[in-house]
């Protein structure tokens, strides 16, 4: 069975702070997807970034950073000069191959504060 | 514009009025899911279909129905609601079997079931 572990429930970070994220999830599969998600306060779900099980490189989008390893089954998302507007939930999902990848899960989230 | 809309966004009803909660994508996408959010539980499936005609329960069905009349459109019906019921609902789209694309998210819908 999939399972996505974000083991950190909350995180308070002064402003310009760099934060790690943890994902840690376990499959069966070879082949599948992970994805970040962001909720701010306001509710809906941003899509941040998907990754492939083959590809192992590490990705940067600004101050985003995604570090992704098989070895320890962990896909952990750093967000680098942390600022007040990152403030929100962080979700981390698996979208496995078997089945079809009709299910997605998700982690628990991390609810991440950015104090000013 | 792609999207996934919900009606409503808010609602506040009782226990045991029937209520169905409307998602619709404009991407022409097979598959289409429903999750509920809760505290520290993060988001869990409820149904899912992967196309006209053909759902499937997901990981939390219990007390809710789905249709997949159209393929746009993927109603979340719950018969008899329950104060448990209280939940933010999700619900998404993609294109079957291209899983290396994101779900598209509809804004949520707030219940409380009182």
């Known amino acids: 069975a999939q399972k996505v572990t974000q083991a950190q429930t909350e995180i308070s970070v002064v402003e310009k702070e760099d934060v790690t994220l943890d994902c840690v999830y376990e499959t069966r599969d070879t082949t599948y997807y992970l994805f970040w998600y962001k909720q701010p306060p306001s509710g809906e779900l941003v899509f941040l970034i998907r990754r492939n099980s083959f590809d192992e490189q590490n990705e940067i989008s600004g101050r985003y950073s995604w570090n992704f390893q098989k070895s320890t089954s962990s896909f952990n998302f750093t967000i680098t000069a942390s600022q007040v507007v990152d403030s929100a939930v962080y979700f981390c999902a698996l979208r496995e191959r078997s089945g079809g990848y009709q299910k997605v899960t998700f982690g628990t989230g991390t609810k991440l504060q950015v104090i000013p | 514009e792609a999207q996934v809309t919900q009606n409503p966004r808010y609602l506040i009803t009782v226990t045991g009025k029937k209520l169905t909660v409307t998602c619709s994508q404009n991407?022409?996408?097979?598959?289409m899911s429903w999750y509920r959010q809760d505290p520290g539980l993060g988001l869990r499936q409820i149904y899912y279909?992967?196309?006209?005609?053909?759902?499937d329960k997901g990981d939390v069905p219990e007390g809710y129905k789905v249709s997949r009349k159209e393929k746009r459109n993927f109603p979340l019906i719950l018969e008899s609601p329950s104060p448990n019921q209280t939940s933010l609902y999700f619900c998404?789209?993609?294109?079957?079997?291209?899983?290396?694309?994101?779900?598209?998210f509809g804004p949520g819908t707030r219940l409380l079931v009182l």
């Open positions: 279909s992967m196309n006209v005609e053909v759902t």
């Open positions: 998404a789209s993609s294109f079957r079997g291209r899983a290396e694309e994101t779900q598209y």
């Open positions: 991407m022409n996408h097979e598959y």
